[in-house]
C-alpha cells in the first residue's frame, strides 16, 4: 500500500472490504498516510462484510463503457471476486 501511495501520489487511501474491519491495520495506515501526507478514508465498519459497494462500482464502470451483460446472462454468486473481472474500462 505504501509503495502504491508513493507510486501514484495519491492524496487519499480509501480501505475497503472485510480488512476494513481490523483496526490494528487503520493504525498501521493511518500512520503510514501521516507519514506521506496522505488521508486514510476508511469504510465504517457496517460496510465492510461483504463487497456490495466493489461490486456495484465494478458494475458502473463495465456499464460506462458499454460492456452490458444480459439479464438471462446474469447470476447470483455469492463469493463474486472484483479481480475476477475482465477490466475493458482502462488501459
Known sequence: TER???????????????????????????TMCRARGAELCPVDDRYCIDNGAMIAQAGWEMLRVGQVT????????????TDEVE???RD
Do not use: D, F, K, P
Open 4 to 30: 502504491a501511495l508513493a507510486l501514484t501520489r495519491a492524496r487519499h487511501l480509501l480501505l475497503v472490504g472485510g480488512v476494513a474491519c481490523n483496526h490494528r491495520l487503520q493504525e498501521m495506515l493511518q
Open 70 to 81: 444480459e439479464l438471462s446472462q446474469s447470476g447470483i454468486t455469492q463469493r463474486y471476486r
Open 87 to 89: 477490466v475493458t474500462w
